[in-house]
C-alpha cells in the first residue's frame, strides 16, 4: 500500500498515545509549517513513528492472534523495500517466525538477512529463515557450487532455516525443461541435476541444524534509533574485525532488556557487551531514562548525547528533561558502575580498553567471513571461505582450555586437530580452506591428538587413473546410444559429435582402479573438476558426491587390495541442449522452455567429468 498513512480511528489513537490534537497539524501533511518548522517536523515524526507501530501491533500482531486462533502461524520477511512504512525489527518481532531474502548473484540479500537475524535473535525466535538462491536472468545454467558462497555468506549473517526459490510445477511429463520463470532457480523435478540435489541439500541441513544449536555469541548491540520508517539498521561506527553485531530497537530495550554483570541482556537469551547509539541526537527522554539506568547497573555505552527529543509529545518540558539527564550522563564517561564514551568513528580502542579481545579473528586480506554459537557441549564455529582460491590462515578464537575439532559439512568428516596454540585468552589454529569452502570447528573439552600431524596435510598421490573411460551417455535425452570410450577426460562442450557437444542428462563414467595394498590412512578419490555435480560408486558401493570444492569423496571404506571397479555418474544443465536445439528448425526441436534467453550463438557450458581423476591418501 505504500505509504498510506491514515486510518479511521488513528486521530483518537494519536491523541491517546501523544497527548495532543493532530488535527491541527494536519496541513503539513500537505507541506505546510503550522505553528513553527520545528514543531511541525515533530508532529510527522510521532505520525510516522504510530504509524509504523500499527503496522506491527494491528497488521502484524493482529493477523498473527487470529492466525493462533485457527492453529496457524505466521512467517514473513521482516525488511521493507519501496515506502514500507513501519520498522523492520518491531514489525518482525510481532511474527511468530521472520525470514530474510538473497539472490545467488548481485546485491539483494546484502541487507535484508542481517535485518532478519537481527530480529530473531533480539525477540528469541531460534530460527531465521531465507528465501534463497533466488536470481533474475538467464535460465537453467546455475547449478548449487554457484550457490554456495553467497549460501555460506548469509549463515555467517544468522540464517539459519533454508527455504529454496523456487520449486515450479511441471503438469506436464512429456515437455522438457518445461515451465520456468524469469526469477528464481530451477529446483524442481525437470531440472537435470534435480536427482543429485541432496548433495546441496543435505549440505543445506547439516549446517541448518548445527546453527540452529546454542545461542549466537556477539558483542554488540547497534541501536537503530525511533526514527520510522526504518528498513534496516546502520553500523556507525563499522564493527571492528572479529566481533559480531546484532541491531536493536527501542521496544526491546524498553520491554525486554535488563543488565546482568555488566552486559545488556534480554529475555530471548542474548547478551551483548556494548550498546552502540546511532549518530544522532535525538532520543526521547523516556528512552535515555531506561538506558540511564543501565548504564548505572554497569553497562557501558558509545554514541553521541542527545540533545532534544524528536516528538511533539511534552513539547517543550521534555527536551528539558532530556538535556538534563544527557548533561549528568556523558559529563565524566561513567555514570553509575557504567562507562560512557562519545561518538567515535573506531570502536577498537573501546573494545581493547574494556578487555574485549576478537572472537574470530582473521588477517583482513583473509576473505572468510564466521559466525559463534556456544552450547552446553561446547564452542560452534562455522567459517566460509568468500573466494574461488585455495587460502590458508591463522584464526585465533575467543577460547581457551578446548580442542579444536574439524567437521565438514559436505563429506561428514569428523577430527581433531593437533595444532593449535591456546594463551589463555584465544585459541589460534591454522587453517586451510580450499575454493569457497566451509567448515564448522567446534571447540570441546578433551584431550589434543599427541601425534603433532600437520591440521590439513598435503596429501599423497597414490594412482591417477588415466585408463580410457566408458561413457555411458542418456539415448532418450539425444546422447549417443552406444558407450563411448574416453581415451582421456574432455569437456563435452568441446565435441565434435554434437549429441555429446549439445547433450543435456546425466553421463555414467566407468573405469577400474588398481591397489596393490591398502594402506591405513583415509582416502580420497578426487575428481579435479565436474562440470555440474556427480555420485561416485567404488565396487558398486556408492562412496558420495562431489559438487563443490574440493571434488573429493572419502572411499576409505570401499576400496579393497587388487582391482576396484569405479563409477562415476555425473549430470550437467539444459543450458547446451537449449542452445543446440535454437540451430535446428523450430518443428525439428524437442526441447521448451517459457522463457529461453538462449540463441544459437550463446556459449556453451562446461560439461561432464574434467579431472584429473586420482587416488589420495592423507
Request: net charge negative.
Amino acid at each position: 500500500t505504500g505509504g498510506m498513512n491514515w486510518t479511521d480511528d488513528m486521530a483518537e489513537m494519536f491523541q491517546e498515545r501523544y497527548g495532543y490534537d493532530p488535527i491541527p497539524f494536519l496541513p503539513t501533511l500537505y507541506g505546510k509549517v503550522i505553528g513553527s518548522q520545528d514543531q511541525s517536523e515533530r508532529f510527522l515524526w510521532d505520525l510516522r513513528r504510530l504509524v509504523a507501530d500499527r503496522v506491527a501491533y494491528d497488521y502484524v500482531g493482529g493477523l498473527r492472534d487470529i492466525s493462533h486462533e485457527h492453529n496457524l502461524t505466521t512467517w514473513l520477511e521482516c525488511y521493507g523495500h519501496w515506502g514500507f512504512p513501519g520498522e523492520f525489527l518491531m514489525y518482525g518481532g510481532q511474527s511468530d517466525e521472520v525470514g530474510g531474502e538473497f539472490w545467488s548473484e548481485g546485491d539483494l540479500g546484502n541487507i535484508e538477512n542481517r535485518a532478519a537475524s537481527s530480529c530473531a535473535h533480539i525477540y528469541g525466535k531460534p530460527k531465521v529463515w531465507a528465501e534463497s538462491c533466488t536470481a533474475g536472468g538467464p535460465v537453467y545454467h546455475r547449478y548449487p557450487c554457484l550457490m554456495k558462497s553467497r549460501t555460506d555468506r548469509f549463515f555467517t549473517e544468522g540464517i539459519n532455516s533454508t527455504l529454496l526459490h523456487l520449486y515450479i510445477q511441471q503438469p506436464d511429463e512429456t515437455t522438457f525443461p518445461g515451465i520456468s520463470a524469469w526469477f528464481g532457480n530451477e529446483f524442481n523435478r525437470k531440472n537435470i541435476w534435480w536427482e543429485q540435489m541432496d548433495l546441496f541439500t543435505d549440505y543445506l541441513r547439516r549446517c541448518n541444524y548445527m546453527l540452529q544449536q546454542g545461542r549466537y555469541i556477539a558483542d554488540l548491540a547497534y541501536f537503530i534509533g525511533e526514527d520510522a520508517p526504518k528498513m534496516t539498521g546502520q553500523c556507525d561506527p563499522a564493527v571492528p574485525r572479529g566481533y559480531s553485531f546484532d541491531y536493536i530497537n527501542a521496544e526491546v530495550l524498553e520491554k525486554y532488556a535488563h543488565v546482568e554483570k555488566g552486559v545488556l541482556a534480554l529475555d530471548g537469551g542474548m547478551k551483548y557487551r556494548v550498546l552502540v547509539l546511532p549518530n544522532q541526537q535525538t532520543m526521547r527522554p523516556e528512552l535515555l531514562q531506561k538506558i540511564a539506568s543501565f548504564v548505572e547497573q554497569g553497562l557501558t555505552v558509545v554514541g553521541p548525547q542527545p540533545t532534544s527529543s524528536p516528538s511533539l509529545q511534552n513539547y517543550p518540558q521534555a527536551d528539558a528533561d532530556l538535556k538534563a539527564l544527557a548533561e549528568e550522563m556523558w559529563a565524566s564517561g561513567t555514570y553509575g558502575q557504567g562507562r560512557i564514551y562519545g561518538y567515535t568513528d573506531n570502536l577498537q580502542p573501546v573494545l581493547d580498553e574494556l578487555g574485549i579481545v576478537p572472537d574470530c579473528y582473521v588477517a583482513p586480506e583473509t576473505p572468510v567471513t564466521f559466525i559463534h554459537r556456544t552450547t552446553d557441549g561446547g564452542e560452534v564455529y562455522f567459517l566460509s571461505n568468500q573466494c574461488d582460491k585455495d587460502i590458508a590462515f591463522d584464526a585465533e578464537f575467543r577460547v581457551t582450555g578446548m580442542v579444536p575439532n574439524l567437521w565438514h559439512p559436505v563429506t561428514v568428516d569428523q577430527r581433531a586437530l593437533s595444532q593449535f596454540q591456546d594463551n589463555g585468552m584465544q585459541t589460534k589454529v591454522p587453517m586451510r580452506l580450499a575454493p569457497n569452502e566451509s567448515v564448522f570447528l567446534v571447540f570441546r573439552k578433551g584431550s589434543a591428538p599427541k601425534d603433532g600431524k600437520a591440521n590439513f596435510p598435503e596429501p599423497t598421490v597414490l594412482a591417477t587413473v588415466d585408463t580410457p573411460w566408458m561413457v555411458q551417455f542418456q539415448s532418450e535425452l539425444r546422447g549417443p546410444a552406444e558407450p563411448q570410450t574416453f581415451a582421456q577426460l574432455t569437456d563435452w562442450s568441446t565435441s565434435e559429435d554434437e549429441s555429446i557437444r549439445y547433450y543435456a542428462g546425466k553421463a555414467i563414467y566407468t573405469n577400474t582402479l588398481g591397489l596393490n595394498e591398502k594402506p591405513d590412512a583415509p582416502l580420497y578419490i578426487d575428481l579435479g573438476n565436474v562440470m555440474v555435480m556427480a555420485k561416485v560408486y567404488v565396487n558398486d558401493e556408492y562412496a558420495g558426491g562431489a559438487w563443490t570444492y574440493p571434488y573429493h569423496v572419502n572411499v576409505t571404506d570401499y576400496l579393497k587390495p587388487g582391482t576396484n571397479t569405479l563409477r562415476v555418474e555425473v549430470v550437467n544443465n539444459w543450458q547446451n541442449r537449449l542452445i543446440g536445439d535454437q540451430k535446428l528448425p523450430e518443428e525439428e526441436r524437442r526441447t521448451y522452455a517459457t522463457v529461453n534467453p538462449w540463441s544459437a550463438d550463446s556459449e556453451l557450458q562446461s560439461s561432464g567429468l574434467l579431472g584429473p581423476v586420482q587416488l589420495m591418501k592423507y
